[in-house]
């Protein structure tokens, strides 16, 4: 009864894979940008806002297709990627991984913003007065301060690189073993009107999307009081 | 977009004396509302009845609209579900027919399979103009068509092309090459064209060495991106996406693949029973039908590089 192919494996572990290495890079990559967004007064705070956010706002294929031009032979970022002898990135696990941190890109850094914020100025000055250096006062003050924001950013940035379709189907080329992932592997299926397949890869990611919701509001519940 | 989700936060945070508590937590809530449904501003009475009024106009002008229209028996619209690649010529036909029969033509572009489902589903199209021959059959073994409705309007040709000039030759020997990364073609298991090319390679021996270089689009329209924009340098497409309207070819290179290396790509049309239903007679639907066997509408179809039953 159960009956998930070889192929339907395959593309489970690759979205898992692409999800993880994403979120990693995600947290490393968005963090610098939400704290520089929490606490700048420049100019320039609103145009970075906005490029942060677009691919929230963007139809997915739209990404996919600019994605696909520049990473291209004839785009900027391909003619970069050839010189520096990486090749280019359509059709590849990078590339993928690459698309998907424009993707999520929103998803990770507006919770660690909005939690950078909250924190306000005072926890930062009373942290130098005790002769913390900057460093010092991020790891022992912000992080434990910023936590939700963190758990919040993992998790929608995990969960958003699961569900991606779009932008993949535009760049990935469906290659088994390399870029076919879970989506696109549940549209194959539906597609092809080969439903039972279907349902039980889309039973089994609203399950897991479900869980995954739950485990979010487990840590960051949503009332006051619910705090565990 | 961010001034939304503060908006939320805000708001979140004068419910809750916690500050730091409303920081990731309120985002998820956002987010969601966000996505779903943006956040609307307190209701308020004068907007309500401004609404009401304006509906009440709606109504009644729409009742004069279907009072009109039972005036005029003759002219029906025709909903018409019509494959992506036949997309430029339908339009053409439908516009030259609506010219002459008084009819309006309502046409809707999107991938046989999809239009299959929605067909079963009880969609309310009364032509399935496919890209295939095997779904307007099933259709009407199913019952969802009229049997013996069906018909071949055009044959589709396919083509081996690239983007740059002199990259493929007129015989294919570039698919036995090693000079590619990437051969694009449409989902062998979806798409009629993406199941030739694969059919193509096997014909000439050079499948096994040619496979891990095939990347899969959706459909041939995105096979096509694929290869415009040099991200795969060769890839198999429809003729009539890379032929003018002089019928010569646009850019880049071209092998028309001879048609003994495939299977005949037959694309049908069907007349559908969702559209009989309600007492409507199918009469406009058959007009419509009869016109694409019209010497225009396979002027038109030649035009655009599909072959035709003799």
Same mark, same amino acid.
């Given at each position: 009864m159960f009956s998930l192919s070889p192929d339907d494996w395959s593309a489970i572990r690759l979205t898992l894979a692409l999800a993880g290495l994403t979120t990693i890079l995600l947290l490393l990559i968005g963090t610098p940008i939400a704290w520089w967004l929490a606490r700048t007064a420049s100019a320039w705070k609103r145009p970075v806002s906005a490029v942060v956010t677009l691919p929230m706002v963007l139809p997915p294929t739209v990404l996919g297709f600019y994605l696909l031009v520049l990473m291209g032979p004839e785009g900027p970022v391909g003619r970069l990627t050839q010189a520096l002898g990486l090749g280019l990135l359509p059709f590849t696990f990078s590339g993928l991984v690459v698309a998907s941190l424009f993707y999520s890109l929103p998803f990770a850094v507006q919770p660690l913003q909005q939690?950078?914020? $909250?924190?306000?100025?005072?926890? /930062?000055?009373? $942290? $130098?007065?005790?002769?913390?250096?900057?460093?010092?006062?991020?790891?022992?003050?912000? /992080?434990?301060? $910023?936590?939700?924001?963190?758990?919040?950013?993992?998790?929608?940035?995990?969960?958003?690189?699961?569900?991606?379709?779009?932008?993949? /189907?535009?760049?990935?080329?469906?290659?088994?073993?390399?870029?076919?992932?879970?989506?696109?592997?549940?549209?194959d299926h539906v597609e092809a009107l080969e439903f039972t397949q279907g349902h039980w890869l889309a039973g089994g990611l609203l399950v897991f999307s479900f869980c995954v919701l739950l485990v979010l509001y487990r840590f960051n519940p949503g009332q006051p009081g619910m705090r565990p | 977009m961010n001034k939304l989700i503060k908006f939320f936060t805000r708001r979140r945070s004068t419910f809750s004396p916690l500050t730091r508590g409303g920081t990731g937590r309120g985002l998820l809530s956002s987010l969601n509302g966000e996505t779903s449904q943006p956040p609307r501003p307190p209701a308020s009475t004068k907007l309500g009845t401004g609404l009401s009024g304006g509906r009440r106009i709606a109504v009644s002008s729409a009742t004069f609209l279907m009072l009109g229209m039972a005036g005029i028996a003759q002219a029906d619209e025709i909903s018409v579900a019509v494959a992506a690649n036949f997309t430029e010529p339908m339009k053409k036909i439908a516009a030259e027919f609506e010219k002459t029969s008084g009819h309006k033509v309502a046409l809707s572009f999107g991938s046989t399979g999809k239009f299959y489902s929605q067909i079963k589903a009880g969609a309310p199209f009364e032509v399935l103009v496919a890209a295939d021959d095997e779904t307007p059959l099933k259709l009407e073994q199913e019952g969802a068509a009229v049997k013996g409705s069906h018909f071949t309007y055009a044959i589709g040709k396919l083509v081996l092309w690239s983007a740059k000039e002199a990259v493929v030759d007129d015989k294919g020997e570039v698919l036995k090459k090693s000079g590619f990364d990437h051969l694009a073609l449409a989902n062998p298991k979806l798409a009629p064209y993406g199941a030739a090319g694969i059919e193509t390679l096997k014909s000439l021996g050079a499948y096994d060495a040619v496979a891990p270089k095939i990347v899969q689009a959706e459909n041939i329209a995105q096979t096509y991106q694929f290869v415009a924009t040099g991200n795969a340098l060769i890839g198999f497409v429809a003729l009539s996406q890379v032929i003018g309207e002089d019928g010569k070819v646009k850019s880049g290179s071209v092998w028309i693949v001879p048609e003994k290396l495939y299977t005949q790509i037959r694309q049908d049309a069907v007349l559908l029973q969702n559209g009989a239903s309600g007492g409507k007679d199918k009469a406009a639907a058959q007009a419509l039908l009869k016109f694409l066997k019209s010497p225009f509408a396979s002027k038109v179809i030649a035009s655009y590089g599909y072959g035709q039953d003799k």
């Open positions: 939690a950078f914020e $909250a924190i306000g100025e005072r926890p /930062l000055e009373v $942290a $130098a007065t005790l002769r913390a250096s900057p460093l010092d006062t991020f790891f022992t003050v912000v /992080l434990p301060l $910023a936590r939700p924001g963190f758990v919040t950013a993992a998790v929608m940035s995990f969960a958003h690189t699961i569900g991606e379709f779009g932008v993949v /189907l535009m760049i990935g080329g469906n290659i088994p073993d390399r870029t076919r992932v879970l989506s696109v592997q549940i549209y | -």
